[in-house]
């Protein structure tokens, strides 16, 4: 089993004619992944790459089925694509677009507390269970099959640990990266859940970064409830106060939103943390017993 | 973004908030006529974004135009915590009768605008918060239904205003509400916001930052920003597109990717190093910004050493050492560069840039050895 | 409360759409002077709060100000299904390429705005709704969030506009919406919407309905209610509090709460008679508001007789007749009256009315008997 | 059992010292409601009648553990009431206040999605489980404890058909008066799902009027989903079309929302409906085998 996206995903591009959006496609379509429909205003009846194009949501789910949708349009309109993913019905919306503003993000996470749909990011890189759906601008090629479920503000962190672990030999059940923004359509519990509830998923690898108290509230969570074990890793110990380190979300202001204190508050709650990504690896092969 | 005190009054004002009567000077003449002008008692405020100006010396209070001229010639050119004073707002009196603190900001927790009001302003509400917690009156508004009259009244009533103060703060509130919300802020701090003794609530202090994500739809605001006051590194790193941070070490450090950056600064730092700066030169390996991001790392005085992290993913490890040769024969770099390259075609790619590279650049598997190997190179190095 | 043609055009304009020059006249000189001011062909329309007016013979276009003139001599005063046109709207014209169809109007099921929107304008609605459904696009708004610009794409693609009709048919949607949320609409509609050869989009006739409840925040709106239209029996109870509607038959209607009050029309319609009115007295037994209320009742021409249903509850029977009984006093109504007395207290209360009313006061236990009295006596009485 | 109100119920009074909400708060303590806190902004630390009044709903829950409220604000102030309510938690809230603006209700309604709450109104006159709690402005005298649960959207109406009855020996579990407004807190579908689950219920009487569809889309769900027998009653067949008869929802504005096409729609789901209220008390007699 994989969460949030497998081989029954439906997938619908929002802003599929765009650069990134194009680009990204056509990775995805390769990692086969069923793109059943793009939407682009103004190009509806067009396709690309085969992939029918529509004028909007509503209408593209209804006419193909879609049951999720990543999204690629930029930062002014990407939280109208989301309400429009959310009112069209998409139970998973996958937000890629970086820079989109915190006040849009506070109305559409106020209004997903009325539907019920999961929504990934913004400024993430997606959602990919190796070979069966690649929702995401994610390197499928460092992925494999297996039982660990890898959950990351970062992309490039969220590569570099799964090619430890594939490096390893040691396989992903779903990769998912929640986005590095300060707001967010789903935090690291809701997937440590999902996670938890997956009974392919052996081991959780969780990567957090400076900003917030997520890590905090993850690891409450992981000592009541999780059964399965997890491994942390905390970017940011370097960062000084009040800068941004490239995340919108990444910025140390106050004491909580420190990786010392994350770190900190990981280990008391008994999750063991590398401290570094090579870490990471050698941690949870140590967990189930690989040898290489 | 940061607005300094005197832009975000302009804000507030806008919003029909009450300040002082102020005037900005870049010139102790300026700063002269300003008093001329205000008469009385006024405050010379060096504007700079950080705080702690006070105790830096950078706020005096004087009673005539030739003292706010002595007072702008010292505090203007200051350095305050890294800060050059470039311009002072000269300020009006006011007779306070007490002073309080608001302000609203983003709670990233709870995804909602959090309102803090306490009557115990004028100092750290950090402190506050420790020392005397019941004193602050914390309020979540819900972001599609906005302020509602019944949360105006839990701030007045749970802190025990009343009379003046409870009309004027509960005005203020829904006003600067609407200016958070309007002006896409992270965080409007009022501190102080005081009653006078005429009984008016007149915010004495501003502190807003705009979320930076929202600038493409507040133009005016963009242009608002202070190219002077920024590091010459970091203003040539925004112009360049490049998430760029500068530090106090000596390790230059390039990647790819924010959390990969911030990893990267964490190992050199383990490895007992100095990290000199955070950049992230993004996707991609386009020759030219990454030309363009060495440039400005090695601009750094301080940097004797660079560390180039890359992990190849949907751009292969060959693409990227191509890229990144081409980006090192435009450049005229001599300092010791380490570049580690993994991921997708890293093999591939570290024979490309082993072939070819130049004598002061090093190829190493893993982060942990590159680390090592930069910050001993920065050890040995210097220029 | 609806707002007539002009009225509505006017709350349009300030919203941002464009409607044809209009100017309105009260008499057929300033009609006159209104065609010559709008120049060319203008088309002379009665105000009236009713459907049908263009069938009726109440829109007349006319091609100088001399026939304007004689159209409105014909207009006004004019009965169009029982409202007399006091106002006509003389407007100018335009080059009509395409009429469409486009409203808001608040969804009771689903609580929430309903765009409508066709491009087979200028007919009635609902015929277009059960002869070719497809030809409308609906669109429910979520009232916290507002009208987004995917909904607005959606009413364009949906029915196939390009152009400057998609691009006109957008703007005036968004701008609508912001009318109906800030007026307190119930419901904007505008058929004709219209495309005109040179462009622009247009709304040739409006129809808005203001939410009496909000009248409070809209004060000016209040102000345009026009009481000379308003039947005068109404107008009275509208003054006196009363909830009161006027109908065609013989038999007056008076009781304690709207849900009563309607019953017991529809059990004098069971009986036979035919109900003369609604009038809703509301809770309590204040004296003074029942005679205002039996006078109104009263006063219509056509009643015959009077049947009054109370149900005692808070405010118990024998109180009820009480009031009763000194408002008839105070009144000098001869038509037979049917008191129907129910609930707490009713035998006691019954009991005072038996013994101290005049000749012409008749009570009754149940509903259905009290309504048979009163059509009885609606058939032998008269005045 | 009874729905909504009972015996734990601990009622707040929001605009207490009012004159509306003053005197049936006295009413409200004669019936044995405990009625444990009272609202009024600028009042706090006074009392009424022995109940302690609070100038927030949040602190006057928070001090009394009240759990439901009662709405007796002015209209220009009820929504923000009604919020205040909501956001205290409180789980069930009754509007009582007539004259609130629809578009405020359209809010309100929108937002109760993301509640776990229960708004009865506004425009109604409350809600009464004989000798268990009266939380309304229903004269509590003309009730008796019984098996029968009414729902209506008129008050007089509903006390009318209370009577018809009590008088011959059934009494009630409870009565809802959801309200005569557009939009309400609260449609049929809901308490007749409440009544449904409610063991002690036998027997439901339904009172509609015009306006709306209400009652078509609960005669759906009579059909649909419930066991307990339901008769309904519908005013307002002499109702002309485009006018207001007294409660502002109470308009024919189209084929639904007649009476006619109502009552036709009560008949054709199996719903017995009576002409008159005490065809009402004579059907429900019928039903419940009670002679007199």
């Known amino acids: ?292 | 973004m940061d607005l300094y005190e005197y832009q975000g009054k302009e804000l507030l004002r806008e919003h029909g908030l009450q300040t002082l009567e102020g005037i900005v000077a870049t010139s102790p003449q300026e700063a002269r006529e300003a008093a001329e002008k205000i008469g009385g008692t006024v405050a010379v405020k060096a504007q700079v974004l950080t705080g702690g100006r006070g105790k830096a010396g950078g706020i005096k209070v004087v009673d005539s135009p030739e003292e706010a001229e002595e007072a702008a010639e010292q505090i203007l050119g200051m350095d305050i915590k890294g800060h050059t004073v470039r311009r002072v707002l000269v300020e009006g009196g006011a007779e306070i009768e007490s002073e309080m603190y608001l302000s609203i900001m983003v709670d990233r927790g709870e995804k909602k605008p959090l309102i803090l009001f306490s009557t115990e302003g004028g100092v750290d509400i950090e402190e506050v918060a420790e020392t005397n917690p019941d004193a602050i009156v914390r309020v979540y508004v819900d972001p599609l239904v906005g302020l509602l009259p019944y949360q105006v009244r839990e701030v007045v009533f749970y802190s025990g205003l009343e009379g003046d103060a409870a009309k004027g703060v509960g005005k203020v509130l829904q006003n600067l509400y609407t200016a958070f919300k309007e002006a896409d802020a992270s965080l409007v701090e009022i501190n102080p916001l005081v009653l006078t003794k005429g009984g008016d609530v007149l915010a004495l202090d501003s502190k807003v930052t705009i979320d930076n994500s929202s600038l493409f739809r507040h133009p005016d605001v963009s242009e608002q920003q202070d190219v002077e006051a920024a590091d010459p590194q970091e203003h040539r790193a925004q112009e360049a597109d490049l998430q760029y941070v500068k530090l106090e070490g000596d390790v230059g450090i390039l990647g790819n990717g924010a959390g990969l950056v911030m990893s990267t600064l964490d190992v050199v730092a383990q490895a007992g190093g100095e990290p000199a700066n955070f950049c992230d030169v993004g996707g991609g390996a386009d020759a030219e910004k990454i030309a363009e991001a060495l440039d400005i790392v090695t601009s750094n005085e301080q940097v004797r050493s660079v560390l180039f992290n890359i992990f190849g993913g949907i751009t292969r490890g060959d693409e990227v050492a191509r890229g990144l040769l081409s980006a090192l024969e435009s450049s005229e770099i001599d300092l010791p560069i380490v570049v580690r390259l993994d991921g997708t075609n890293a093999e591939e790619g570290r024979r490309i840039l082993e072939e070819n590279t130049p004598e002061n650049v090093h190829t190493e598997e893993t982060m942990l050895d590159a680390a090592r190997r930069a910050v001993e190179l920065a050890r040995d190095g210097g220029r």
Chains 1, 4 share one sequence.
Do not use: W
């Open chain 1, 1 to 292: 089993m994989a969460i949030l996206v497998d081989e029954n995903t439906r997938l619908l591009v929002q802003g599929i004619t765009g650069r990134e959006g194009a680009f990204h496609t056509g990775r995805m379509l390769q990692s086969g992944t069923h793109v059943v429909a793009g939407v682009t205003p103004g190009k509806g009846g067009q396709d690309y790459e085969g992939v029918p194009i529509f004028n909007t949501v509503e209408e593209a789910a209804r006419e193909t089925g879609a049951n999720a949708s990543v999204i690629f349009v930029p930062p002014p309109f990407a939280a109208d694509a989301i309400f429009e993913s959310l009112d069209s019905g998409l139970g998973t919306v996958c937000c890629i677009t970086e820079g989109v503003p915190v006040h849009d993000m506070m109305r559409v996470s106020d209004y997903l507390n009325m539907k019920n749909a999961t929504l990934i990011g913004p400024n993430c890189p997606g959602v990919l269970s190796p070979e069966k759906s690649n929702v995401s601008i994610m390197p499928d090629d460092i992925f494999t099959p297996g039982n660990v479920g890898v959950v990351s503000r970062s992309g490039t962190l969220t590569y570099q640990v799964v090619n430890e672990l594939t490096q390893r030999s040691i396989g992903q059940t779903t990769a998912v990266g929640i986005g590095g923004d300060p707001i967010i359509g789903t935090d690291f519990i809701e997937i440590l859940k999902l996670f938890e509830a997956d009974p392919d998923t052996g081991c959780v690898v969780m990567i957090g970064e400076i900003g917030g108290n997520a890590e905090q509230q993850a690891a409450e969570y992981v000592q009541a409830e999780m059964q399965t074990p997890v491994v942390a890793y905390i970017a940011g110990f370097t960062a000084p106060e009040g800068k941004t380190m490239g995340h919108a979300g990444a910025i140390v202001s106050g004491g909580e939103s420190t990786a010392e204190a994350k770190s900190q508050a990981l280990e008391k709650a008994g999750i063991r943390t590398a401290t570094n990504p090579t870490e990471v690896g050698e941690i949870v092969a140590e967990i189930l017993g690989v040898s290489f």
